[in-house]
Every structure is written in C-alpha cells, then in structure tokens.
C-alpha cells in the first residue's frame, strides 16, 4: 500500500512540472508586459529571499533546541517539513510571476473567458500539486526512514521512552510533530509576513492613489501599483499555500499521534490493540490522502485538458466536485483494503471498517458546509451582504455596523457544523474518527489549492492588463477571473479553519494522553478538568490570546501601511509628471517599505505562538497549558471565522455597489464600502489565515514539550 | 510656438490662451504641474480664425509666450466671465472631458438628431452660464431654443447644458455607475418628474441648484449641447458604452464609468 503514496507523490509532483513547462511555454505577450511582469517577479523574489533568510536563522534555533531537548530525529523531520512548505511557497510563487503575464497575454490574444480561465488554473495548479506532493513526500519520507527503516513505528517502538533529559514520549509521535512544526513555523511566517506586506501595499495603493489622487485601480501611474502586485503573490499565493500545506499536514499527523497515543495507552490498560490494526491505523491517513491526491490530479486534469466554458465558476466547482467525489470513492476502497480482516470494535469503530471513512466524509462533508456557508455570508448573491451595501446608503458608520453584524452571525452556523460533525466523527470511530475528519476535509487539498491560487494570478493579470493599457475587451475577462476568485478564496478559507478545529481537537487529546505520560494506566481517563483553577486561567488567557495576536497584526499592517502613504504622498508631491505620465513613480521605494515593514513585524506574532505555551508551562505546569489550548482554539475558531467572514463581505459589498448598484463608483455609497473594504482587509487575509496556523502551532510546541513542563516548572518547584 | 484657444466651461467658464496642445492643457488644469489639484473639467478648443474681436488676442499672443527656460506658457486669462455667449458658433472646435486624474476625451461636433424614444420629459444639467438641475418636458432642442429665446421670460444668451440619464425609479438597486449625484435627491427628483408628467403644461421645473459642482461625466447621457440666440445648437454626442470601451477605456474608467 505505501506504493500507493509513492505514487501519488510522483504523479503529483510530475504532473505540476507539466504544467509548469505548459505554462512557461506560453507567450508572456509584449516588452511592456514582460517589463511589468518582470518587476513584480523581481519584487517577490526579493522579498522570499529576505523572508527565508530571517525564517532559516529562527528555524535552526528550534532545530538545534528539538535536537537537545527532543531527539535529533524531530529535529531532523522538522528541518524538512520547513523545507517542504518552504519549497511549496517559493514554487508557488514562481509559478505564480510566471503565469499572470501570459494570462493577461492569453486574455488579449483569445480574448475568451476560458482560455483564460484555463492558463490561470494550470498556474494555479502547480501550486496546488506541489502542496499536496510536497506535504505528502515529506511524510512518506519520516514514515519510511524513521518509521519503518528506523522502527519507531514497530508495535514494540510505540510505547513511552526517557531520554537523557528525563523526558517521556513516545519516539515517532515527537517525529511528526517535528515534521508539522516545521511546516506551521513557515506557513505562520510567510501567512504573517505576506499578509503584512500585501495589506500595508494594498492599502497605500488604495488610499492615496485611488481615493486622493482619484486614479483608479492597478493605474500605472501609482508608485505602489507594483508593491500591490507583488503583495498578491507573497501574500495570497506564498502564504496560502504553506497555509493549507500546514494545514493538510497538521490534520495528517494530528491522526497518527492520536493512533500512536491510543496504542499505547490500550497496552497500559491492559487490552492492547491488535498491532496489525494499530499499523492500519497510523497508515490510514496517508493513505487516504495519497487516494485524495490521486483524485485530485483527475480533477484538476479535466479542466486543464477540456475546452473550458465562459463559466469559470461552474468550471472550477466541477474540479472540486469530481476531487471530492473521487475522494470519497478512493478513500473507502483503501478503507476496506486496509481495514477488511481486522477487528476494529477493539478501538471503536462503532458501525465496522467503515467507520473512519465514514467520519472522514463527515470532515468533506462539514468542510463543504462550512465553504457554502462563506459563500452565504459573502457573496453578493446573498442577503447578509446585500444588507451591507444597502447600508452603504445611509454611510460609513452603518456600512461598518452592518459589517460587524454580518462577521458575528456568521460564526454561529459554521460552528454548529463543527460541533455536529465532531460529535458524528466521534461516535463513528471516537477521537480517531475526529481526527479523520480532518483529514477528509483536506484530503484533496489539492484540487482547492489550485483553485484557490488561480484566484491571485488571475488578479495579477489583471493588474498587469491594467498597466499594459491593453483593450477594455481583456480587462474585463481578467476582472471576471478575479472576481471568481474571491468567492473562490472565502471558500478555502472555510475547509483551513474547519480542519484546524478539527486537528487542534485530536492534537489537543494526544497533548493530555502525552500529559499523562508514564502514569498511564488502567484507571487513566481522557478528561480535562474545567473548574481546576489552573486550568480555567489557562482557558481565560488562552481566550485572550488570538485577540492579542491579532491586534498586534492589525498594528503591523497599519504600521505598514501608513509608511506606504507617506511614501506614495510623497512620490505624489516630489516627483512632477508623475500624475502626467512624463515620470515613473519610484516603485522600488514602495516595494522597499512593503518588505521591511513585513520583515520587522512577522517576527513578534510567530514568536508569540511558539513561545506562550512553553513559557506558561514552565511557569504554571501541564493543566495551565491544557485551558490554554482550549481558550485559544475556541477563541481562534470564532475569531477567524468572523474576521475572513466580516472581511469577505466588506469586499463583495463594495464589488456590489461597483457593479452599478447604488449609485455606482463615485457615489457616496461606494465611499462607505470602500472604507469598509480597507478596514475588512487586514482581518481577511492576515489575521483571519493566521489564527488556524497559531492554533496549530500552540498544539504542537505543546504536545512536544508537555513531557518536558510537566517535570520541570514553577508551580511544581514551589510545591503548589 | 503657436497659442491655444480654449473655453472653459466647467467648473468655471473663461476665455483661456495657452501653448499646450488640448490633452496637455487639460491634464495641467485637473491636475496641475505638481500633484495639489484634481478637478473634472469641461472645454472646447476654439478656432482663432473664427473669432472676431470679443477678445484680446493680441495681448494673448505678447503674453503667451515660453518661459526663458524653455517651459511652455500653461495659461493666460483673457475672460473669466460672459465667455461663452461671446464665442460665435463657427468657432466651436471639440469639446474636451477632462477626468480628476487628468485623463482626456474629445468629443467632435455632430449633427442634431431629434430622440428616437420620448417618454415626456428629459433631466438637463444647466453646465454654463446658470447651473441649475432641471427636469424638463422639452426636448434637447426646444429646451434650448426654450432658455434663450428673447420671447421668455428668463433667458440667456448663450447656454452649454448635458441631458442626463434619469434613475430608473421603480427598479431595485440597480443604477448604474452614476455616482452620487443623485444620492440625496433621489425623492425630490422623482416627485419633479412625476409633477411635470401630469401634463399641467410646464415645461421645466428646477429640481436642483447647488449639486453642479458635484456633476460627473457618469451620469451624461445622449450628450451635451450648446445653444445660442439665433437658434443654432451644437451638439457633442456622448460615446456608447461599447465605443468607450473600445476607443476611450483609460478615460472611462478613471471616469469610474467602468
């Protein structure tokens, strides 16, 4: 069965140079677009060359701190889940600079809907299958090397070990969680270092150049257009895809930890679990993911091999659908294969084989929900934000209000789903079944991805029709793609904070069999106390603490941001002819505050994921770092769900009025939704993606380090 | 180097001499040589050899001269009112719509064709001399004949006017990129036209007197006229969406029509 992820790595990986070369092959159109192209190339890898210097130093401090206090194994897994995520953010935004100008060309020369559409989705693609290839080979390679050749995951190997430092863990589980460290450091740094420097050039472009100096969108004219542009593809392209590579990954081991925990405490009560159905287990997850990828690859080959409508929608729903179905069809032959002559009641599969498969349908299930929620909440199609833009009427304050209002009740619903499909997911197959639902949301990952980075690269086309001056004709094909794109991008956003839930919850219950450590035994219960003191401080602060962290974001952006003004005032005022035509904006300069604004704020917010859970577990002990765990997830979910939520509707509320609702572009309504789009962007695309990673991240560092507080911290040495 | 002539019109009506070509001289006037302005203006080149006596050309010529490092001269005033009725018709060359952004689109003279639909009344944007908002049941034409002919009771010599495209009241939401021009008339608008639709025998009612200097070129619609004693109309038809799509898009969307 391991052939089978091999495979579905080879496929994946190959099938993205493919398209790559298919790509490449492309016309990048005339001199003045390969020159605008080639800025904002120039302007992204500069930043990810910057981005990764600062990220490499902090990624060998916590390699060197693992190799220590952990095992050079974690350390070893961790170095190659940053570099896999790593890999998949810098391919996807090569691909990304490669594609928007021969999407914009491809607009101009076919000057069909699409065509278009489909040079953007095999960029997108790319990215798509490099996260899905990257996240899975790097997994199959900890599985095989330390696994297998190593023997961590032998039945005799997974059962509780003391280190030299007195530490208690069970091997393989600190490998993988090593592995998903690295890939949550990376995604948490180019989530939160593309989302500053995107938002800060986004809205300096936007603030000065459109709404004082009145030149209107992508205008070439605007010394921050390239920075905006460039922002697209770290941000959005970079940063989504070690988002989700994260996230696949998280949900991933989440469902080995959990399995490798479940062993070896049914060894310590006494019933131990059949280890072929242990081994089952452990393999399921990648397994089943391998068959999402390989449904994915179908999925996404449809739409790249067939002529594609004038309906980018419906075209891109038909890839996710067929991934999904696939996935679903796939996922139970490797289920039965795996699973049909072992006795599963042991471990609580509730209704026989078919029990994780059927809760990992709930997770695709649940996410879809979840995404056809975003979809309610933000489309202009629906009522909540047709609200938002008929408040835009009656002015700014009320196009905020009504915002708000639209972000708080879209919380609820999608909550419910969670807690209706963890509750399903459990009485299928317990926490496992949790755990694989998480894993069946993200399972054809990749299909999303690509659909989701189609969405920037058709937006930098764009913007490059726009500067290019090509005809009304292909900017309004480029538009269209856009526009997609954002209800594209909600959706995603969906199925990243869905899974977090869902693996912070299975992480969460690996971290309390971790806490139980060598005193597992017969009588042990997977229990968190709430009304323990310690850990109801934990859960308060740990509510707390995503608001803290976003706060701090949003101070970043507009710390950034108000540089970026400054600049492009300045620019406005200094240089004569700018506004005429006769000058070119200083674009380098605007680039430039994009990137060291990022580059300085990132480091405080991942700093603070990493470091809270191990500085209040060496201050307050295990039960302080379970509330913790608790307040932040509970208060992660609500938030993140409200920010990309309110956000997303501030932006199509505004996209309403300018599609001639209102009054149109110029009228006072569009003034107020403009304003509630710049206030909603920040929330949207760098607080509202980095709260699921900060999740995740907590979990992590907290199941690798619990054995380590739990013996050493303050409140056990005062004897409290 | 040779001298310009334009009549601005909008905002501010004035005779002006300049050695910019036409975009040149707009861009300078929305934008100014260093970002401090952004205005939407309105003018029409005028043919020197056309122009009588009204103005003092030869103090245009002596004054509109390079700067001595070689700058071309942006403006000289020569009239900052009663301009237009000065101007005779002959003289008349394109009309320039400049953007806030300095972007700029002309529109050449046209023959007069009477509206193939006539619903009963028609929204006129008085633009120069007067600037009230009407809504009147006179066709473009008439309504111009109408404002200066001696027989009324108020009149004016001369009268640069835009129809402009009604909302479509009993729609929803949809409007169309007409800015917000109408945002806070939208009722009274709909009561004036509803009243002269009664048919008691208006002819116009004022539906507005102070949103002129909030007019845009989003909410023109057939196009923009200048009529003069003597009955003569010139008029500027206004490009269909799909030619300003086509051959003016730069300047459409920094109109926010697109």
Same mark, same amino acid.
Do not use: A, F
């Given at each position: 069965m391991i052939s089978l992820v091999i495979i579905a790595v080879i496929a994946a990986l190959s099938f993205a140079v493919i398209n790559y070369s298919v790509v490449k092959k492309k016309s990048p159109g005339n001199e003045l677009m390969q020159e605008i192209a080639g800025s904002i190339k120039e302007g992204a890898d500069a930043f990810l060359n910057l981005e990764y210097k600062v990220i490499a130093r902090i990624a060998v401090l916590i390699a060197i701190l693992l190799a220590v206090v952990v095992s050079w194994q974690s350390a070893t897994a961790f170095i190659l889940g940053a570099s896999m995520s790593a890999a998949a953010g810098l391919v996807g935004m090569r691909i990304a600079t490669l594609a928007n100008v021969r999407v914009s060309n491809e607009a101009d020369v076919s000057r069909s809907l699409g065509s278009t559409l489909k040079v953007a989705f095999q960029g997108g693609s790319v990215m798509g299958l490099s996260v899905g290839g990257f996240a899975l080979f790097g997994l199959l390679l900890v599985y095989v090397v330390f696994g297998k050749l190593m023997g961590e995951v032998n039945p005799d190997q997974l059962v509780i070990h003391t280190n030299w430092l007195g530490i208690n863990d069970i091997p393989f589980t600190m490998t993988v969680s090593g592995y998903a460290l690295g890939c949550s450091i990376i995604a948490m740094f180019n989530r939160v270092g593309g989302g500053i420097y995107t938002k800060a050039a986004d809205m300096g472009a936007d603030l000065v150049g459109k709404t004082e100096a009145g030149i209107p969108e992508d205008d070439p004219r605007n010394p921050a257009t390239i920075a905006d542009n460039v922002g697209d593809n770290v941000g959005d392209v970079a940063g989504l895809g070690s988002d989700l590579l994260e996230s696949f990954v998280g949900s991933l081991i989440s469902a080995i930890v959990l399995s490798s925990y479940m062993a070896y405490t049914a060894i310590k009560s006494g019933n131990p679990i059949n280890s072929e159905l242990i081994s089952a287990m452990i393999q399921f997850p990648l397994f089943f993911a391998a068959a999402g990828l390989l449904s994915s690859i179908v999925g996404v080959f449809l739409l790249v091999v067939k002529k594609a409508s004038d309906k980018p929608h419906r075209e891109l729903n038909v890839t996710t659908w067929v991934s999904a179905s696939l996935t679903l069809v796939s996922g139970a032959l490797v289920t039965w294969i795996l699973f049909k002559d072992l006795d599963v009641s042991t471990v609580g599969f509730t209704i026989g084989i078919f029990s994780p498969w059927l809760a990992a349908v709930l997770g695709i299930i649940s996410g879809i929900m979840i995404g056809q929620l975003a979809e309610y909440y933000t489309s202009y199609h629906f009522k909540p934000t047709l609200k938002i833009s008929a408040s835009s009427k009656e002015g700014t304050a009320l196009t905020i209000t009504q915002g708000l209002s639209v972000g708080m009740n879209s919380v609820f619903l999608p909550v419910v789903v969670l807690a209706i499909a963890t509750i399903g997911a459990n009485a299928l197959a317990g926490l496992y079944g949790v755990a694989m639902a998480a894993v069946g949301m993200l399972s054809f990952v990749a299909a999303t991805v690509s659909v989701d980075t189609y969405g920037p690269i058709a937006d930098n086309a764009g913007g490059i029709s726009e500067m290019a001056k090509l005809d009304g004709e292909v900017r309004e094909i480029t538009d269209e793609l856009d526009s997609v794109g954002n209800t594209t991008a909600a959706i995603g956003k969906g199925f990243a904070i869905g899974s977090a839930a869902f693996a912070a919850l299975s992480l969460f219950a690996s971290y309390l069999y971790a806490q139980g450590g060598l005193n597992i035994g017969k009588d042990f219960k997977l229990v968190l106390n709430m009304i323990d003191t310690m850990t109801l401080a934990g859960a308060l602060v740990g509510g707390a603490l995503p608001w803290l962290f976003s706060g701090i974001l949003i101070e970043a952006v507009a710390k950034a941001a108000r540089a970026m003004v400054q600049e492009v005032r300045r620019q406005f005022r200094e240089i004569p002819g700018i506004l005429t035509g006769e000058s070119k904006p200083d674009y380098k300069q605007c680039i430039s505050i994009s990137s060291a604004g990022a580059l300085k704020e990132m480091q405080y917010p991942a700093l603070i994921s990493v470091l809270m859970p191990l500085i209040t577990g060496f201050l307050f002990g295990p039960r302080f770092v379970g509330g913790l765990l608790i307040g932040t997830t509970l208060s992660a979910i609500m938030l993140a769900l409200f920010t990309a939520n309110a956000g997303g509707a501030w932006d199509n509320a505004k996209k309403y009025v300018e599609s001639g609702r209102h009054g149109g572009k110029g009228s006072e309504a569009h003034t107020s939704t403009v304003v509630g789009d710049t206030v909603g962007d920040p929330l949207k695309d760098t607080v509202g993606p980095s709260l699921d990673i900060l999740i995740k991240i907590m979990a992590t560092v907290s199941l690798i380090a619990v054995s380590i507080f739990s013996k050493y911290n303050l409140i056990k040495l005062l004897g409290l | 180097m040779s001298v310009h002539y334009y009549l601005t019109l909008f905002p501010m009506e004035a005779m002006i001499a300049s050695q910019l070509e036409p975009a040149a001289f707009g861009s300078y006037m929305a934008i100014?040589?260093? @970002?401090?302005s952004a205005e939407r203006l309105m003018f029409i080149e005028v043919f020197e050899s056309e122009l009588g006596d009204s103005f003092d050309l030869d103090y245009a010529r002596r004054r509109c001269v390079a700067h001595s490092d070689g700058r071309m001269k942006n403006s000289v005033y020569l009239s900052v009112y009663r301009a237009l009725e000065a %101007?005779? %018709? &002959?003289a008349f060359g394109a009309l320039w719509l400049i953007t806030k952004d300095g972007r700029s689109m002309s529109l050449e003279q046209s023959s007069y064709t009477d509206l193939d639909t006539w619903d009963g009344s028609a929204l006129y944007q008085e633009l120069c001399p007067a600037h009230p908002l009407i809504v009147s049941a006179l066709k473009p034409k008439h309504f111009a004949e109408y404002i200066v002919? &001696?027989?009324? @009771?108020v009149t004016m010599p001369a009268i640069f006017f835009a129809d402009l495209t009604i909302p479509d009241f009993d729609g929803d939401s949809f409007t169309g990129n007409i800015g917000g021009y109408f945002d806070k008339m939208m009722e009274h608008l709909k009561y004036c036209v509803t009243e002269l639709k009664d048919g008691k025998g208006k002819l116009t009612k004022v539906v507005d007197r102070s949103s002129f200097a909030a007019f845009n070129f989003q909410v023109i619609g057939r196009g923009l006229y200048i009529g003069t004693s003597g009955g003569r109309l010139v008029f500027y038809p206004m490009p269909s969406r799909e030619e300003l799509k086509k051959k003016h898009y730069d300047w459409a969307k920094s109109a926010s029509i697109f």
């Open positions: - | 100014g040589n260093r @970002k401090g %101007v005779p %018709v &002959d002919e &001696d027989s009324t @009771k």
